[in-house]
């Protein structure tokens, strides 16, 4: 009997650290663990006590990568909460507002985390080296995303211009469409990654996933819809914790969520994809059919596809929003009534995947829960049967190999555990 324990720390291209264990028995795999073992945030018992409006500045501060989802998700639960109804330019702000975080946080990831993969190269450093113009072109693509949160928003990183209602300040017209030149560019530039994405050499992987992501009809939803499965659910989000549910793993300070009765699933980019595909914006749709994409994405790895794709869908929807928009008379909607006491949901498309968000308020407007489920946790226990998958074929690689295969598995997802800069502490043991 021999026994082998690697472990490797501290490699980058992850948002957030985290761990994987693997078992291996008689070269079978007997057990896999992907751990995240970051810190308690605390955030919902912050969320405790404090007045409904201060829910949004606050939840806005859990992510620097994607903040505006969670001061969006925030905010449509109070709004329901006070009877309030976005509508028109109000509306079109909040979803500017998502489309420049997709735009952003998706060139990050695209450019500098995940093409180094499929180049063989350790970093983006290195790939600016060969290719320089692609890494610039995910830079330009990222500042154009900064430019529309900093517009609409007051600033690119945790936004402060929203508020319960609304805005506190709204953009001019004149102030929109200065935003249309750099947009027009940013399409030249996706269509052109997109052709070079497409080309790329993938493993040849293909799993059974469960797609769910939100749904709206006639539009790529991004701010509402219902939740829908590719199993066949369809449900307004109040109904999400009577289908999916959190479960606790010993060897995780993350929760693994699942679909009651069913197992592990996937949300962000490739759901949203396979889901939404016929509302692709016009653009998008005529490119997936020119470079011959899969209506239905199931390799994980072309994720980087698809991922290129809604950056074009948020530039697309950008572009509509500024040809279409009239500064609102006002720039935020009173309460129609008093709160009446009780939960409020609420759903976002993050750049990852679906984030929820679950308040108790009282009729003083306090709240006194608050559960916050975001889009790498509903994602981990997916992402762990992805890895068991992968090792499972390769157990015979020697322990690099094995740790770069579960890096780039992992790195498919753009999981943000935290807003650490490294990732992957690897252990395995072979007895």
């Not at 404090?50 to 905010?75: F, H, M």
């Not at 008093?338 to 984030?355: D, F, H, Q, T, W």
Request: aromatic letters at 8%; a negative charge.
């Amino acid at each position: 009997m021999s026994e082998k324990i690697v472990n490797i720390d501290y490699v980058s291209r992850v948002e957030g650290e985290g761990s994987v264990y693997i078992k291996i028995r008689e070269n079978m795999l007997e057990d896999l663990q992907f751990k995240i073992f970051e810190p308690p945030r605390f955030f919902e018992a912050l969320l405790k006590g404090r007045k409904y409006d201060e829910a949004p500045d606050i939840t806005s501060r859990i992510c620097g990568i994607c903040p505006v989802a969670y001061q969006l998700a925030s905010n449509q639960a109070m709004e329901k909460a006070l009877g309030i109804k976005i509508g028109g330019s109000l509306k079109d702000l909040r979803k500017l507002l998502n489309c420049g975080q997709w735009i952003e946080s998706h060139a990050l990831h695209i450019y500098l985390l995940h093409l180094p993969d499929f180049f063989d190269l350790p970093d983006a450093i290195s790939l600016a080296k060969i290719n320089p113009q692609l890494v610039k072109s995910g830079l330009e693509l990222k500042s154009i995303g900064n430019m529309i949160i900093s517009l609409v928003g007051g600033r690119p990183v945790h936004p402060v211009n929203v508020r319960v209602g609304g805005f506190y300040k709204v953009p001019t017209k004149e102030e929109i469409e200065s935003l249309k030149p750099k947009v027009e560019k940013g399409i030249e530039i996706i269509e052109e990654t997109l052709k070079i994405v497409a080309k790329l050499n993938f493993p040849n992987v293909e799993e059974n996933y469960e797609f769910v992501a939100m749904v709206k009809p006639d539009e790529y939803p991004m701010i509402e819809g219902n939740i829908a499965s590719s199993e066949g659910i369809n449900i307004p989000v109040e109904k999400w914790e009577e289908n999916f549910e959190e479960i606790q793993v010993p060897y995780s300070n993350a929760y693994h969520v699942v679909h009651k009765g069913k197992g592990s699933f996937i949300t962000g980019p490739l759901a949203r994809y396979a889901l939404n595909y016929d509302n692709l914006t016009p653009r998008a749709k005529e490119l997936s059919e020119e470079l011959d994409f899969n209506i239905i994405e199931k390799n994980p790895y072309r994720s980087i596809i698809i991922r290129s794709l809604e950056v074009l869908v948020a530039l697309e929807e950008t572009l509509n929003i500024i040809d279409r928009y009239v500064p609102p008379p006002r720039a935020w909607i009173e309460p129609k009534h008093k709160i009446n006491p009780g939960y409020y949901a609420s759903v976002v498309e993050a750049p990852r995947g679906l984030l929820y968000h679950k308040y108790f308020v009282t009729s003083e407007g306090m709240i006194e829960e608050a559960r916050i489920v975001a889009p790498t946790t509903m994602n981990q226990k997916r992402m762990e049967d992805d890895l068991k998958h992968i090792v499972s074929k390769s157990l015979n690689m020697d322990d690099v190999h094995l740790m770069n295969i579960c890096e780039k598995m992992i790195r498919n997802y753009d999981p943000c555990i935290s807003c650490a800069t490294h990732f992957l502490d690897l252990k395995v043991e072979k007895i």
